[in-house]
């Protein structure tokens, strides 16, 4: 066949990416195009995205991918969820997105629980309450901007965001709007339960894309301001998670746990049905959708977010340490007896990394780690055990016996952290793709165009274009016993 290219727009909480995929039928050949930074902005003590310079930037990429004149067939957004924006009646925006970091939504927590608990709210939704989640965000707004009831007339996710910006089509994606905190978790349409209790217009939001869909070709003011040739827009898999699990080569039907491991680490089960019982809500487990319109019973944990802050502060202190250098440090520790809980709130925030290690250690009565080495192990190990924790939280609570783990993303280049996984878990781990979010949004496109016809077809795809490597849990090893200790350790931090 003639060759294929597709681009993926990838926003990461730091930087953006525009990558293209060329296809040939067979397999993918994935490459980075043009990157770029994607940093909130602060403005008024308000935290928002810069939504005009991320939409020049990925016109820039759209333009260097056009370059070698293989001709551009469709183009697609995935980021992370729960973030949005508000358009007015001639779909200008009304004001630059928020980022879900901003702290506008603390001071209304109270009175949204007044409203509709905590548990009425995971009953319904699946999502896990949360802060940040986009029904207390917009119920924010609406007590500090009354006005928005008479002047938004729609609501965008910020893919839909980017795809609208890009054909002019307004839509609403169905795994971004999974984690919004809006949708009924059993219909997967929006819940009237919800807009009604918190009274946000309903109007605000459109039917939900599920699957994939074109919207429209390219919008003719950007083919001729960049001089290229129209291609599609789709609403693929917008959750830069689920373009990332649609990217798993699983290896075979066993029940396998997944980890998407990153900055953060999002650790689940795909499963056809939902998980909304008491216990679920009580162990910090959500339901998100997937490409599919099956769910992702997931837990959201620190991923390498401390060792990347450790490298950060080492740096400042005039020691240049690389990740692998940290890794081969950690390696040479055999002896470690000490663990934290990554997910600790006090680990949340940038800043003194190793102090923070070394206090949380002290506080529970084990030995403070002193050298470096030993600090990176510490918290290798304890991720390992994260990731353990909440792999027997679902197996406990759908019932089902996972038999092994498939990992992807950028952290599976720590080789130390998927042995240690494995020797943990006593289940073997595979690994790969490491670039599995625009891979998989390059999936969701060759779905909706028909150029592959299931799941099964995509997961064929991507063992013939991905390399994958599996680890077996060392025998010998005495991880899985020390277990217990951790358990007992988070117990007393508690």
């Known amino acids: 066949m003639t060759l294929m290219k597709l681009l993926a727009i990838d926003l990461g909480a730091s930087s953006g990416r525009v990558m293209q ?11 980075e195009v043009h990157r770029f930074k994607n940093e909130p902005m602060n403005v008024n003590d308000g935290l928002y995205w810069n939504i005009l310079h991320l939409f020049g930037e990925i016109k820039i990429g759209i333009k260097k991918a056009s370059a070698d004149g293989i001709p551009i067939r469709s183009i697609s957004v995935d980021t992370w969820g729960v973030d949005y924006a508000y358009l007015d009646q001639n779909g200008d925006l009304l004001y630059q997105p928020h980022c879900y970091r901003d702290n506008r939504m603390g001071q209304y927590e109270e009175t949204f629980y007044k409203k509709i608990s905590k548990e009425a709210l995971f009953e319904e939704t699946g999502v896990q309450p949360a802060c940040i989640n986009t029904v207390l965000q917009i119920f924010a707004d609406l007590q500090e901007k009354p006005h928005l009831a008479r002047v938004a007339e729609r609501v965008l996710f910020m893919p839909d965001l980017i795809n609208y910006l ?8 169905y795994t971004i709007a999974s984690s919004s905190g809006l949708l009924n978790i059993n219909s997967q349409t929006w819940s009237d339960s919800v807009f009604e209790t918190l009274e946000i217009p309903k109007k605000w939001f459109g039917e939900v894309i599920q699957g994939g869909r074109v919207l429209r070709s390219l919008s003719p003011r950007i083919t001729q301001e960049l001089k290229i040739e129209p291609f599609d827009v789709i609403a693929g ?3 830069d998670t689920a373009a990332a699990v649609l990217a798993i080569p699983y290896a075979s039907e066993q029940p396998t746990a997944f980890i998407s491991c990153g900055t953060w680490s999002l650790v689940g089960l795909e499963s056809q049905n939902p998980v909304t019982s008491q216990a679920a809500l009580e162990a910090n487990l959500t339901n998100e959708g997937c490409f599919d319109g099956h769910y992702r019973i997931l837990k959201n ?4 977010w401390i060792v990347q802050e450790l490298q950060r502060d080492w740096r400042l202190q005039g020691e240049d340490i690389s990740f692998a250098e940290m890794v081969n440090l950690a390696r040479n520790v055999t002896n ?3 663990w934290i809980n990554p997910n600790d709130a006090i680990f949340a925030a940038p800043g ?8 949380r250690c002290h506080m529970t009565n084990q030995p403070v780690p002193q050298s470096k080495g030993e600090v990176v192990r510490v918290v290798l190990e304890s991720l390992a055990f994260a990731y353990r924790q909440t792999v027997e939280q679902i197996e406990s609570l759908t019932g089902q016996k996972i038999e092994q783990i498939h990992m992807v993303g950028g952290g599976i280049q720590n080789e130390l952290l998927c042995q240690l996984t494995a020797d943990v878990s006593q289940k073997p781990v595979l690994t790969g793709p490491i670039e599995a979010s625009a891979l998989g949004n390059i999936l969701a496109q060759l779905l909706t165009l028909g150029e592959i016809q299931d799941r099964q077809a995509a997961q064929k795809l991507v063992k013939d274009s991905e390399k994958t490597k599996q680890y077996q849990a060392q025998e010998g090893s005495d991880l899985a016993q020390s277990y217990q200790e951790f358990q007992a350790s988070m117990k007393v931090g508690s």
């Open 336 to 338: 470690n007896r000490s």
């Open 301 to 304: 944990t620190t991923g390498l």
């Open 166 to 173: 890009l054909s002019g089509v307004l839509s609403s994606e």
């Open 237 to 239: 898999a917008g959750h």
């Open 352 to 359: 003194d990394m190793e102090a923070k290690v070394k206090e």
């Open 21 to 31: 995929a060329i296809y040939n039928g067979h397999s993918i050949q994935l490459s």
